[in-house]
């Protein structure tokens, strides 16, 4: 039996998928979460096979909990469903450890599908995903964000979202000096002065939603 979390901070969202996935023999939905802070205690305690994750949630992104559990070298096998196709952004994800990338749009034999061959170790992405992601790399695109390291994307989402440097030290467990020239660097990397201009690059980029985010100074 397949367990599987679901975590989406849109209960009808939530509530499709669930539907769909216990219609299967072979699969079972052990929990919910509405964010990515109790999905990420969720699949420490439940320990499930494979996560449903959206990307843009209030407080950490689906991003971070992806970083986060491919970090703690959990078991759980990440699948990203969310609106943003763009060839850019499946690949971060990718890179960051999700094993599998569908679009909202998918219909419900696909995301079985994709549930069922992460589950056998193997990743899945949405044909139209992987288009975008092959024609992202053959045209030579690419993110600016592709510059910073796992950390300085993780502070990244947290100054947009308007955190000081102590609370975000505290909640990765680093000291706020050390929070701070891992700020500098990636202002250094994107090219940008203050917050307010990464929010807008990250905006541009699919990374955050524009009106969901508290910009910090």
Known sequence: MIQIVL????????TGFRMILQQQPDMAVCGEAASAEEGMRLIRCLKPEIALVDVHMPGMSGIELTERVNRAELATRIV???????????????????FGYLTKGCNAEELVT????????????????????????????S???????????????????????????????????????????????????????LAHLMTAHGLIDAPNHQVGS
């Open 114 to 141: 994709a549930v069922r061959q992460v589950a056998t170790g193997r990743r899945y992405l949405a044909p139209a995903v992987a288009q975008q992601l092959a024609l992202a790399t053959l045209d030579g695109s």
């Open 80 to 98: 990203v469903v969310t609106v943003v196709d763009d060839g850019r952004f499946p690949k971060r994800l990718l890179d960051a450890g999700a």
């Open 143 to 197: 993110s600016p964000f592709d510059a910073l390291s796992s950390r300085e994307l993780e502070v990244a989402m947290m100054l947009v979202r308007g955190k000081p440097l102590t609370m975000i030290g505290e909640q990765l467990n680093l000291s706020p000096k050390t929070v701070s020239t891992y700020k500098q660097r990636l202002m250094e990397k994107l090219h940008v002065e203050h917050v307010l201009g």
């Open 7 to 14: 975590i989406d901070d849109h209960e009808l969202v939530r």
